[in-house]
């Protein structure tokens, strides 16, 4: 089984703790950053296999982080998942306007945040990514 590592970028310590958690548990590799600035130099060093991205995190919001890492080439790699509060409709046009592969609204359970991770950075040898967006 190929080892995954998944960015959590969250400013929630706690929701960024438990998630964190829960994909330990699952069997990836973890990295957490709690604002984007952070994010960005974690993604262009450690080149994770998938971000989670909160859409309201301070200065540098999820949603104009997620655009970055559409337009710099050197950062174009990992696919993203948003994760917000705000209305699923509204998350779903955000993710769509930046290249976000999929939406996770808050609050949600782990088993789901485990569930949107499994489909997009799958644990095995051959990583096969889906191409179609799901909410």
Do not use: H
């Amino acid at each position: 089984m190929k080892s995954r590592q998944v960015l959590i970028v969250e400013d929630s310590r706690n929701l960024a703790f438990l998630a964190a958690e829960a994909l330990k548990v699952a069997g990836y590799r973890v990295l957490v950053a709690y604002d984007g600035l952070t994010a960005v130099g974690l993604i262009r060093r450690e080149r994770p296999d998938l971000v989670l991205l909160d859409v309201g995190l301070p200065g540098m919001d999820g949603v104009l982080l997620s655009g970055l890492l559409r337009e710099w080439p050197a950062l174009q790699e990992p696919p993203v998942i948003l994760m917000s509060a705000c209305p699923r409709d509204e998350l779903q046009q955000k993710a769509e306007e930046v290249g976000a592969v999929d939406v996770l609204p808050k609050p949600f359970p782990l088993s789901r945040l485990v569930e949107k991770v499994r489909r997009w950075a799958p644990l095995d040898e051959e990583p096969q990514r889906s191409t179609q967006k799901v909410g």
